[in-house]
């Protein structure tokens, strides 16, 4: 019989309870549900449902604990569940949820057909069938196959390590990783009409992670060898190896082999290499062998087997054993405390008890301080925490064995250790304070401290002293008296008027488990009680001697015996600070000089006293005479120059000081002022000045371009009580210069210059002009005398009479001009005029031709020795012209030109006849024209020239 055959033998019966359980379902789900069955009935027929399609699922693809879905592919279904004729071949899938209702939810089941095996392929026909009133935690679970819990987020398995059970022995790794689900558990709330019912259901699929395959062979079916382990003695334990194997001949002989490793690889489960295992063991009948095993060790075994026959073998698969032997928790380890109570720490370690062989100890510890409670466990041989002084430290540890694959249960707790954490912190005094307190004038001494910096959980010890006066040194007290971080301490001690008081305080910091701490100490500040007492001050009277030195005198009193007298002069003058003589020890009746007293200031003398002790002084008796003095002054100031000035318009006087006045007066001026002609003005004293250097003072005087400004000073020294005598006038003057510029008309003729128009001249000021001519032919003329605003019109010119054909120019200065000062000069000159004109020029006189005139033999022209003349009045040239008979018996003519003498050469050429009849003009000419014209007719001359 084959391993198929024994399954199906199994399984056969299940699949058809299953089949009927199916039919009897699809015949339940035929008619109404709702008005047939109750609600159970309607919960037993959808987990029916689930059950019969889950028992042939090939694959089940699960979403979270409210959803999944299941697949029937026929193609991949184990071989006994393998179609058969007449059954279909396409694909079904099944999904289940939980849907959310609101405050309920519902089972819903939708189940699609697919158009092939395939369950990718086209759907083809749906169903669904929905049951409400469930509860919001209602959900589904999934177990695999070898019991491990699987866990579902999003559509993936968390795996081995989301699982709250852990992996049973015997069982392959691949088997128990393996994230499908074999059991699907309903985990519901159902409601009812009255109440609920709770819904626990489970449905089971196929899915498994197969075994390692069994080996078929020619000497029958040979399973995978079993590795059994069990205990012998000691640290001694045994693997019996079993087989399940179907043989077809009982004379079949079976044989074994092993081989082993310990302590190889990482972790628990991690296989040796080839290299690392241990060698086969030869063949043999026998099915057991021993070995030993430490705790903590990981024992590794691997076994096969093979069947004999006839000279005839065939193995079995290698079979893998891991088991890794527990560690025995050891006995309680000891604990120590070790102190660093500067840093405030301590070291809490254990010695732990002997762990088995092969394994290492590991430690933990806790503690608490002062009445706590524990703290959790801190892993580890020792710990380093932190201690406040003065706390008491209680601590306990464990122990552990380990190897790398194993660990031993904690041991019991040590006996618990207790220590006490020094103090070594004094405590801070933040500051002492003495005071006196009590009625009147005698007080008592009291000191109040503050305390800080004492460490947690403990508090302040102190102890005092203190002393008055000079007393001897005071003593270090012992600290004994419990107090609070503002401790007091009320003194026996009288301090009188004058005397002094000191106190001292000593503190540590304790706590109910340590009290031999550092003290700090510190000292008040002296506290005084203040001098209330004063001695009189009668009968006092200031004065200024012959020397002009103050004085004051007065009658001064007496203090308590214990106490000293001080006294002194006092004086207050104007705008001076109190000044106060030196102490002195003098009482009864007292004449003090004070200090100097300036000229022009009033002054108060007093006199003042108080008690004093070696310590401090009393509030002064200051008593002054009701009568205020004066001091003359004498002091009379100077200028060393003075001067006026003028901006632009208006008047100042400038000064330099050159006497000043004495300290506590001021110098004053009184100014005066006049402009041209004027009286001074009236002046007062109330220009405040300062006293040295130069000064200036705004006469507020406005004057006119040109006019004169004076300016007189007189000065003085004045106090507040006083006035000296004054020095002055001071006299300057200065004229504010003419800055205008003025202007005229002007322009010539060839014989008259022409002024008009002056204008430009500021008030007060007076038009002057002059000029000088020049013709074209000289040079400039002198200069006319300075004339008014008045002088206009034409005048002669300077430079003579302009010849004729020349031209003239004028030169003109212009200014403005004052009883006191003239402005600056403006210059104009004119263009040149037009020239003289010419009288026309007279006739020309006295004309004669040398020799005549001569005739060309071949009557091609005639000359001459030449026409002269006598000059005409006024010509500037001469225009020459001659006419003469030609051969056709007309006449013909030629003009000579020009000349500026009194003679010509005459030529001309044409045909001429025999007998010439010349008539030769000349007419004189200039600018203004021409004169007449004069006439000659020269005779010719016989005969005729080649």
């Known amino acids: 019989m084959t391993f198929l055959q024994l399954a199906a033998l199994v399984i056969g019966p299940i699949v058809i309870g299953a089949l009927a359980l199916g039919i009897l379902s699809a015949v339940r789900l035929g008619g109404d549900l709702t008005t047939m069955f109750t609600r159970d009935a309607s919960m037993t027929q959808m987990v029916e449902r689930m059950q019969l399609q889950l028992s042939s699922a090939t694959a089940v693809d699960v979403t979270d604990e409210y959803s999944f879905t299941s697949k029937d592919q026929p193609s991949k279904r184990l071989a006994y569940y393998m179609p058969t004729p007449g059954m279909p071949a396409f694909c079904t899938t099944n999904s289940w949820s939980f849907v959310d209702k609101g405050d309920t939810r519902a089972l819903v089941n939708v189940q699609q057909t697919h158009e092939s095996d395939s369950c990718d392929s086209r759907v083809t026909g749906e169903r669904r069938w929905e049951l409400t009133g469930f509860a919001p935690d209602s959900h589904f679970t999934y177990t695999n196959a070898s019991g491990r819990d699987l866990h579902y987020a999003g559509g993936a398995e968390g795996g081995v390590t989301a699982s709250s059970n852990a992996r049973p022995e015997g069982l392959f790794a691949n088997e128990w990783a393996f994230s499908q689900p074999s059991i699907v558990d309903v985990n519901a709330e159902m409601n009812q009409v009255f109440g609920s019912t709770t819904v626990k259901y489970s449905a089971k699929t196929p899915l498994k992670q197969p075994r390692p395959g069994v080996v078929d062979t020619d000497l029958g079916q040979l399973g995978p060898p079993v590795i059994e382990r069990s205990f012998r003695s000691g640290d001694v334990f045994r693997a019996t190896l079993s087989a399940l194997t179907v043989l077809d001949d009982p004379r079949t002989e079976i044989q074994w082999s092993w081989r082993q490793a310990q302590n190889v690889g990482a972790t628990a489960t991690s296989l040796p290499t080839e290299s690392q295992w241990g060698t086969w063991q030869a063949w043999t009948t026998l099915n057991y062998f021993d070995a030993t095993v430490l705790q903590g060790a990981k024992w590794q075994v691997q076994a096969k087997y093979r069947v004999v026959l006839s000279g005839r073998t065939a193995e079995s698969e290698v079979v893998t054993m891991t088991w890794v032997r527990p560690i025995a928790a050891p006995a309680p380890p000891t604990v120590n405390i070790a102190h660093d109570a500067a840093n405030k720490k301590a070291t809490i370690s254990s010695v732990p008890a002997t762990c088995a062989p092969g394994t290492t100890a590991e430690s933990r510890t806790r503690y608490y301080l002062n009445a706590g409670t524990w703290t959790s466990w801190a892993e580890g041989a020792s710990q380093t925490i932190s201690v406040p002084e003065g706390a008491r430290i209680t601590a306990a540890a464990q122990a552990r064995c380990r190897t790398p694959y194993a660990v031993s249960e904690w041991s019991k707790s040590s006996a618990e250790k207790q220590s006490v954490q020094q103090i070594v912190t004094a405590p801070k005094i933040e500051s002492i304070v003495a005071t006196l307190e009590g009625p009147e004038w005698n007080l008592y001494g009291t000191l109040q401290a503050s305390l800080s910096s004492c460490p947690a959980d403990t508090t302040y010890a102190a102890g005092w002293v203190d002393r008055r006066n000079e007393d001897p040194a005071m003593a270090t007290p012992n600290p004994s008296l419990k107090v609070t971080e503002r401790p007091s301490y009320l003194s026996s001690l009288l301090i009188r008027e004058g005397e002094r008081y000191q ?297 003579g009479n302009t010849p004729y054909g020349e031209s003239l120019r004028g030169y003109v200065t212009m200014r403005c001009v004052s009883d006191f000062t003239q402005g600056s000069q403006v210059q104009a000159m004119t263009g040149w005029s037009g020239a003289r004109p010419w009288p026309a020029p007279s006739t020309p006189g006295g004309l004669s031709v040398s020799g005549g005139v001569v005739r060309f033999c071949d009557n091609s022209g005639w000359s001459s020795a030449g026409i002269s003349w006598s000059p005409s009045a006024y010509a500037s040239y001469y225009g020459v012209y001659a006419s003469w008979r030609n051969s056709l018996g007309g006449r013909s003519s030629k003009d000579f030109g020009t000349t500026g003498g009194t003679s010509m050469s005459l030529y001309a050429g044409g045909q001429v006849s025999g007998t010439l009849s010349v008539i030769a003009s000349v007419t004189a000419y200039n600018s203004a024209g021409s004169s007449g014209t004069a006439s000659i007719s020269p005779s010719q001359a016989p005969g005729c020239v080649s």
């Open 503 to 799: 106190g001292r305080i000593v503190a540590k910091c304790v706590s109910p488990y340590y009290s031999a701490s550092p003290t700090a100490s510190r000292d008040s500040a002296w506290v005084i009680n203040p001098i209330k007492s004063q001695p009189t001050v009668t009968n006092v009277v200031s004065s200024i001697d012959s020397n002009q030195q103050a004085r004051v005198t007065a009658t001064i009193g007496t203090c308590p015996a214990w106490l000293s007298v001080r006294s002194h002069s006092i004086n207050t003058q104007t705008n001076q600070p109190t000044s106060d003589g030196q102490w002195t020890t003098l009482t009864g009746n007292v004449d003090w000089v004070v200090l100097e007293i300036f000229q022009g200031s009033q002054f108060t003398a007093g006199a003042g006293a108080r008690c004093v002790s070696s310590y401090t002084q009393g509030p002064e008796n200051r008593v002054f005479d009701s009568a205020a003095r004066v001091k003359p002054i004498t002091t009379q100031p100077s200028l060393s120059a003075w001067w006026a000035t003028t901006n632009p318009a208006w008047g100042f006087g400038n000064g330099t000081v050159g006497t000043t006045c004495p300290a506590g007066t001021s110098l004053q001026g009184y100014g005066q002022s006049a402009v041209d002609y004027e009286g001074w003005s009236a002046g007062s004293w109330s220009i405040g000045l300062p006293n040295g250097g130069n000064f200036t003072w705004d006469a507020g005087r406005w004057m006119n371009e040109g006019a004169r400004f004076q300016a007189a000073f007189h000065v003085r020294c004045i106090s507040g009580f006083a006035i000296g005598p004054q020095n002055g006038p001071y006299i300057a003057g200065t004229v504010r210069p003419i800055t205008s510029t003025p202007w005229s008309d002007v322009s010539t003729g060839w014989a008259t210059l022409y002024h008009y128009n002056p204008r430009g001249c500021p008030a007060g000021t007076s038009y002057q002009w002059a000029y000088q001519t020049q013709n074209s032919a000289s040079g400039w003329s002198s200069w006319s005398d300075w004339m008014g605003a008045g002088s206009v019109g034409g005048y002669g010119t300077r430079s």
